[in-house]
């Protein structure tokens, strides 16, 4: 199975990526998670994108706040797919890494989950790496399946609570 990327702009956001990290390990997909800057280590963040092919990624995630250039950077250098996960900050409430996140130039796809959606950025990359991989797409349907049983359960006590 492919391996997912996941580069951090900042260890800061190691609390939102762990989501991400989290949902990896359930679905028991490879991962790899590094700190690279956009603006202080574009070299490595760059050179970490062009090898991630040959190096067994099957998709990157670039988690970055503030101006968030991070996904984009990443996104520049590979041709895999990226998901870019806008961090909240302090002053803006992720609003501004949202936009940064999103607004990618024609020809440089990132695809853009919620502030701080990690989880989701994680699906996204499971759902990618299974259009190749049926035993992954299988687990994905399960966990639909269960989350669904979920809501079922909640509105089934909601309705013996109010029915009384």
Do not use: W
């Amino acid at each position: 199975m492919k391996k997912v990327g996941i580069v951090m702009g900042s260890d800061s956001d190691l609390p939102v990526v762990q989501k991400a990290i989290d949902t990896l390990k359930d679905l028991e997909i490879p991962y790899e998670v590094h700190v690279y800057s956009a603006h202080r280590t574009p070299e490595q963040a760059g050179e970490f994108a062009r090898t991630a092919r040959e190096n067994g990624f099957g998709v990157l995630i670039g988690a970055a706040g503030m101006a968030a250039h991070l996904a984009g950077a990443i996104a520049a250098n590979t041709t895999l797919p990226v998901i870019g996960i806008p961090c909240k900050g302090s002053v803006l409430d992720g609003i501004d890494a949202l936009l940064s996140t999103v607004q990618m130039p024609s020809g440089i796809p990132v695809a853009t989950v919620a502030i701080n959606g990690a989880a989701n950025a994680a699906l996204l990359a499971a759902e990618i790496l299974a259009v190749e991989d049926l035993t992954l797409a299988q687990k994905l349907a399960a966990l639909r399946r269960k989350g669904a049983e979920k809501v079922l359960a909640k509105d089934a006590a909601l309705a013996e609570q109010l029915h009384q």
